[in-house]
């Protein structure tokens, strides 16, 4: 597991992680297998606390190939992803036109974007298309800044749009996603625009 990293945020994390790393393996994949369980039929916050847990447990079992091991057999409705074998547990993020869904055990390309249902596409593209001028605000440079007139302002009307592109992920994409997936995850913050979860009402 490689967790380590300069951020004290990160340093936490791997802190937490602790705990999964002291488990065995067959105690870690049954945790895993009946947590997949309760994230069945929903779509889930990045944020929310389980998610976390989850994701910290799946970089160990990732590490340690649990799920090559077949220790424990996850929920039926779970197909096995192809970039790790793992349950099929995909993150959708505001990349996901350039980066596809995202394998929450790997952190892998999970589905490239052109390898989606013609009907998925139909909605993402354009949700995702919305959002990608919005985050570059943050990403301005010292002309870009002075061009706007007043980049505070650009900035702030920009984090309120991210929130409720954000929004609109949760609410109303997340769902016909689940048509497809057992279950599915999709990013709640944008960091670089200062948008928290709390900030993204769904």
């Known amino acids: 597991m490689d967790m380590a990293t300069n951020s004290p945020l990160d340093s936490l994390w791997t802190e937490y992680g602790r705990a999964f790393a002291a488990w065995d393996d067959l105690t870690l994949a049954r945790w895993l297998a009946q947590t997949l369980g309760q994230f069945e039929g929903r779509a889930w916050r990045l944020s929310h606390p389980l998610v976390g847990a989850y994701r910290l447990a799946a970089q160990v079992a ?31 993020t505001r990349d996901v036109r350039t980066e596809g869904l995202i394998c929450q055990h790997c952190n892998e ?47 702030e009307n920009a984090a309120l749009s991210a929130e409720k592109l954000l929004a609109t992920a949760g609410r109303d994409l997340a769902p016909k996603l689940l048509d497809s997936y057992a279950a599915l995850i999709w990013e709640d913050q944008d960091e670089c625009l200062e948008v928290r979860p709390e900030d993204v009402a769904v």
């Open 62 to 92: 990732h590490g340690r190939q649990i799920w090559h091991q077949r220790l424990a057999t996850a929920p039926a409705a779970y197909a096995s992803a192809s970039c790790c074998r793992a349950p099929f547990l995909p993150l959708l």
């Open 109 to 155: 390309v999970l589905v490239p974007f052109d390898e989606l249902s013609a009907e998925l596409c139909a909605v993402l593209e354009p949700w995702a298309k919305a959002y990608e001028p919005v985050h570059a605000v943050a990403h301005w440079d010292d002309r870009q800044r002075k061009r706007s007139g007043n980049y505070d302002a650009a900035f």
